[in-house]
DNA sequence: GCGACCATGATTCATATGTATCGTTCGTTC
DNA sequence: GAACGAACGATACATATGAATCATGGTCGC
């Protein structure tokens, strides 16, 4: 009956529980580590609750009692962080394809060459108007990018193809733009046809892809490499990309000084007052 | 005295240990999330050993009892949980803003937790249609695991507010769906809009989010964790988000089996029929 | 051979721990 | 307004837990 992982249940009956005893849940859900090692009434006073309460709310997630959730706890925790006090981490292969997906993406990531991106993100400083382009599940990458710089540069950003076919974007790139291009193999026709327009118009041309000899990346005067394939998935990883995407849009805010902290605060304020936001938990 | 990680110290004397006393701590090593949970009297059954044995280990190891250096062995495995495994990247402090944020990032994915993304998956593959939401910067999280998705599912992936204002999405959720959703503090409203009616729906609702605490988590069927606050950066980071996205369409992909590759395939195909790629460099 | 000493197991005990129980408070319903 | 029940805190109790103590067996030195 309760075998599925107890975060899990917990979280599903956490709304429909009485004050106290979601207080408790609460707490339990973000020290899973202490409610697994320390005991109840230590958990009950780090808590500022009743030790009762751990029962009672042990009760109500089917279990016999608070030693039932916390060997549930256990066993859902052993599972999850393999220690490995010893030997080392890298030994033990990873036992299923989720886990080496994430090791792959941490090994892509300590391979971005940070030095690059700086010097990117200098020349998008330096540009008036910064396009960013990409496409398929590149486009992800892409509305990020664009998101984030339209926070502090809301006038001088756009999306290649954002408010529609691509083409008219493409036709209007001014040789004092900057062009971010995002792809990697297989490279989609949209990109390559966005980079070499950017380059035919004397822009600066910006490249994240995973090859130098990535049709983007010819002739572009910026390039930013991370690994999309490599790891085990079916799919290739973007994690990287990800990354540098965010890397360079923080350094290029960094650049801006006091002007870009300026606008961030105006478009922050003008999001809080259309209320878009909720107030946190 | 004893504040260096109790397992080196242990390492150190083991040597020179009886041989019973040899024999627990060899146990201690291999079972260290063991010690830290289980009672001592459990432990010294499931190793074998006489109780008090593992009281004269902690003696000998210089604390005041077993009660010492199970607090120890918690601590430091609370310590060794949270923060980087590879604590020797963590030593260097970097030199600049750019590598700390990539720095930040590989801290905050070898964060994430495997297992729940595996059984968010099963949650997925079961469903008979997949919504994904994410709004603002979550969008482009959104957007990517949509994509990958319809890759393999293309007719019962959709995406909440993909095809205009999301109030008619919203309001076409079916007790058979799975929705998706993603978001950080601070929360829009329109994600936590879309959690509600999904709960309100009695769909299998998964939230991927910085905080169990987080609205759009309250009385989720799954929740899967991803750190966007602490980097250095000025803006969240969702390179933990991404890797998690995409780590849950590729272990729902491999539920799919053998149905689902050959979609892909015929997805590939019809992609490359309309020449969307160009060939590599 | 024998006494001293250490390692180890068994026993015992004070304490910590989880839970059943009772009384109180608060909100709801008739 | 009375009656009811849920939620909660405080108390009491049976049990589990860790550690001190005692007892035993084996080893080393003389």
């Not at 390039?223 to 990309?241: E, H, I, K």
């Amino acid at each position: 009956m309760v075998a599925d992982p107890p975060m899990d249940t917990l979280r599903r009956i956490l709304p429909d529980l009485p004050p106290r005893l979601r207080q408790a849940g609460q707490f339990l859900a973000d020290h899973g580590f202490d409610a697994a090692t320390r005991s109840m009434r230590g958990l009950a006073a780090a808590a500022g609750a009743n030790p009762a309460t751990f029962t009672r709310l042990a009760q109500a997630l089917g279990y016999a009692g608070w030693d039932g959730l916390r060997d549930a706890l256990i066993e859902s925790q052993r599972a999850a962080d393999p220690i490995a006090p010893f030997s080392g981490r890298a030994q033990h292969a990873p036992d299923n394809l989720t886990s080496a997906m994430l090791q792959a993406d941490l090994a892509g990531l300590s391979r971005l060459d940070p030095a690059s991106i700086d010097t990117a993100a200098k020349a998008l400083h330096s540009a008036e108007r910064v396009w960013v382009a990409g496409f398929r599940s590149c486009r992800a990458v892409a509305t990020l990018l664009h998101y984030q710089l339209r926070l502090f540069r809301p006038d001088t950003t756009r999306l290649v193809g954002g408010t529609g076919p691509e083409d008219l974007d493409i036709g209007s790139f001014h040789p004092t733009d900057a062009v971010v291009v995002i792809g990697f193999a297989p490279y989609s026709r949209a990109s390559v046809t966005t980079a070499r327009e950017a380059r035919a118009a004397a822009c600066t041309l910006i490249a994240l892809a995973d090859t130098p000899a990535a049709p983007m990346a010819e002739g572009a005067h910026h390039f930013l490499r991370f690994d999309a394939a490599g790891g085990p998935g079916f799919f290739p990883s973007l994690t990287g990309a990800i990354a540098m995407a965010q890397a360079l849009s923080s350094a290029t805010f960094a650049l801006g000084g006091q002007a870009a902290l300026t606008r961030l605060r105006e478009t922050e304020a003008r999001l809080a007052a259309h209320s878009q936001y909720v107030s946190g938990p």
